[in-house]
């Protein structure tokens, strides 16, 4: 039985959901956001909270079980309050820059890196170090965070590269002189 699968899902008083069929649909302050139920999985909304049981104890529906709640549970909270990745560059000469929905990075490289960010995906600079990433869609912004970061990971000797606002880096010592 799954621990998360069983828990129930409480829905804030400014966000509505909705369920047509074997869809959910999540709407709030900052957008809607659908997402298709398996089949194996059943899903009830009472007053103010969501409910999510097994069809049968197959093993595909234990593993969908908690998957599920999880992925419900990130839409209600996408959609009443925005996920955000932050992300920090480090070294001599990088540098970001914003313009609508494109972002440039300057990292070392002979050519200035662009991103284009995906629907219902925002970028923030400030000081030109710090990236925001911002979304209602836990799984894009996520994804997004993590493919700017693999443009330059940070390196262990000098620390150099773009890292998670909260990631800590190993620092190796280097070379010893005699």
Same mark, same amino acid.
């Given at each position: 039985?799954? &621990?998360?699968?069983?828990?129930? =899902? /409480?829905?804030?008083?400014?966000? /509505?959901?909705?369920?047509?069929?074997?869809?959910?649909?999540?709407?709030? &302050? $900052?957008?809607?956001?659908?997402?298709?139920?398996?089949?194996? =999985?059943?899903?009830? %909304?009472?007053?103010?909270? =969501?409910?999510?049981?097994?069809?049968?104890?197959? &093993?595909?529906? &234990?593993?969908?079980?908690?998957?599920?709640?999880?992925?419900?549970?990130?839409?209600? %909270?996408?959609?009443?309050?925005?996920?955000?990745?932050?992300?920090?560059?480090?070294?001599?000469?990088?540098?970001?820059?914003?313009?609508? /929905?494109?972002?440039?990075?300057?990292?070392?490289?002979? $050519?200035?890196?662009?991103?284009?960010?995906?629907?219902?995906?925002?970028?923030?600079?400030?000081?030109?170090?710090?990236?925001?990433?911002?979304? =209602? /869609?836990?799984?894009?912004?996520?994804?997004?965070?993590?493919?700017?970061?693999?443009?330059?990971?940070?390196?262990?000797?000098?620390?150099?590269? %773009?890292?998670?606002?909260?990631?800590?880096?190993?620092?190796?010592?280097?070379?010893?002189?005699?």
């Amino acid at each position: 039985m799954s &621990r998360i699968g069983k828990l129930l =899902i /409480n829905i804030p008083s400014e966000v /509505n959901v909705e369920l047509q069929d074997q869809e959910i649909i999540v709407k709030g &302050r $900052h957008g809607e956001l659908t997402h298709q139920i398996p089949m194996e =999985i059943l899903v009830s %909304i009472e007053e103010s909270s =969501i409910h999510i049981t097994k069809v049968s104890d197959s &093993r595909i529906a &234990r593993q969908k079980h908690g998957l599920t709640r999880s992925l419900i549970n990130n839409m209600i %909270i996408g959609v009443s309050k925005k996920f955000n990745r932050q992300l920090q560059m480090v070294g001599v000469g990088y540098r970001s820059q914003v313009s609508g /929905n494109t972002l440039t990075l300057n990292v070392g490289y002979s $050519h200035p890196v662009i991103f284009v960010s995906p629907p219902g995906v925002e970028f923030k600079v400030e000081a030109n170090t710090n990236i925001f990433v911002s979304g =209602i /869609n836990k799984e894009k912004v996520g994804l997004l965070a993590s493919q700017i970061r693999s443009i330059r990971p940070p390196e262990p000797y000098k620390g150099k590269g %773009i890292r998670y606002m909260d990631e800590k880096v190993l620092r190796k010592a280097g070379k010893s002189g005699k």
